[in-house]
Structure formats: structure tokens, C-alpha cells
């Protein structure tokens, strides 16, 4: 079983920055696949971005040079450093889990707000 809290989500003005965490339990976190999701309201849950366990990195087309995602292996925490914010980035954030035993597994979501 992993465990994902979510942090760092708020109300922010269009062009303003804000960074999401993400921690996790479980020991052997550095294996895992790490990702972030959105979900706005009326609309389907999408992917944002994804880092493997090497580093490697995946992000959506729409937010692609302006959010960044990483992860700090000793923290079992991964990020989601968000800049240039617009007002169509509001949604909840997800962070998902998916280690290399199997499973699948979901944060409870941060609220990011993007309006002036």
C-alpha cells in the first residue's frame, strides 16, 4: 500500500507561479513511476506529467515549458513546479503512484485556482 499527500495547491493570479508536493510512503519510493494529473471541473481527469525512476520526464503539450516536474528520492517526494500559470490550469491536481510490483495509486487532489 502507498500512501500520497498532496500539497502546495491555492489561489493564484494569471502568469503567477506555485509549486505542488507530493509525499509518499513506502521504502523503495526512488522505483516508482511518478505522476500528476488534473481534473477540471465537467472534464475527464488528464495527465500532466510524469518522471521515471532514472529521471526521465513526460508532460502534456499544454504545459510543456512552463511546469517542470522532479523528484527527491530522499525525500519520497516528487514536485510540480508550475510557472506562467493561466487560468485554464485551474483544477484539481492528482499525484499518482504506480511502483514496479503493480498497483495504481491516487492522492486526494489540491485545489489550484488560477484568477485575478
Known amino acids: 500500500q502507498v500512501q500520497l499527500v498532496e500539497s502546495g495547491g491555492g489561489l493564484v493570479q494569471p502568469g503567477g507561479s506555485l509549486r505542488l508536493s507530493c509525499a509518499a510512503s513506502?521504502?523503495?519510493?526512488?522505483?516508482?513511476?511518478m505522476g500528476w494529473y488534473r481534473q477540471a471541473p465537467g472534464k475527464q481527469r488528464e495527465l500532466v506529467a510524469f518522471?521515471?525512476?532514472?529521471?526521465?520526464?513526460n508532460y502534456a503539450d499544454s504545459v510543456k515549458g512552463r511546469f517542470t516536474i522532479s523528484r527527491d528520492n530522499s525525500k519520497n517526494t516528487v514536485y510540480l513546479q508550475m510557472n506562467s500559470l493561466k487560468p485554464e490550469d485551474t483544477a484539481v491536481y492528482y499525484c499518482?503512484?504506480?511502483?514496479?510490483?503493480?498497483?495504481?495509486?491516487w492522492g486526494q487532489g489540491t485545489q489550484v485556482t488560477v484568477s485575478s
Open positions: 499518482h503512484a504506480a511502483p514496479t510490483y503493480g498497483g495504481s495509486y
Open positions: 518522471i521515471r525512476s532514472g529521471g526521465s520526464t
Open positions: 513506502g521504502s523503495i519510493f526512488s522505483t516508482y513511476l
